[in-house]
């Protein structure tokens, strides 16, 4: 039998259920540990995502609560785009990757796990990222915790001010 041990997820597991969008309701609170998110823009947001494939995957959000691109306004959708690009940037200088996947998924069966709030992954990959535990054992091995990585990238957004 294999044991993954993952204390922090117990605080999710009992804590209180929130009913509506958890993006709009971090974009509400704003940047703070708690929500993970680390910058806000007139329209966009970047937090942390609570479940990463590598240390330092973020999402780039509408702040406005859409389902697709074609209901975004051009001022919504140039300011999308540009905290992406600068957000690219960044992890870029601030992970040194080897790689970086961007994508976003629209609508279930193309893999939204949240298809009612439209939402960029921005993944950092690494050479021997997808190692034995990854492809045999179908475990993802995360180095630091997220509280740790929110707490290295945060001066790295608050230079983007």
Known sequence: MDRVWAPWRMKYILGEKAMGCFLCESSEIGVAEETLVLQLTPHSMVI????????????????????????????????????????????????????INVGMNL??????????HIHYHIVPRFHGDNNA??????????????IETYRRLLPEFEKLQ
């Open 107 to 116: 609508g279930k069966a193309a893999g939204a796990g949240l298809e009612e």
């Open 48 to 99: 942390m995502n609570r479940y990463p494939y590598t240390s330092g995957h973020l999402m780039v959000t509408p702040r406005r609560h859409v389902s697709g691109l074609h209901q975004l306004g051009n001022e919504e959708m140039l300011d999308l785009h540009e905290t992406l690009r600068q957000t690219v940037k960044l992890v870029q200088d601030w992970a040194t990757p080897d790689g």
């Open 133 to 146: 535990m990854n492809v045999f054992g179908e475990v993802r091995i995360i180095p630091e915790s997220l």
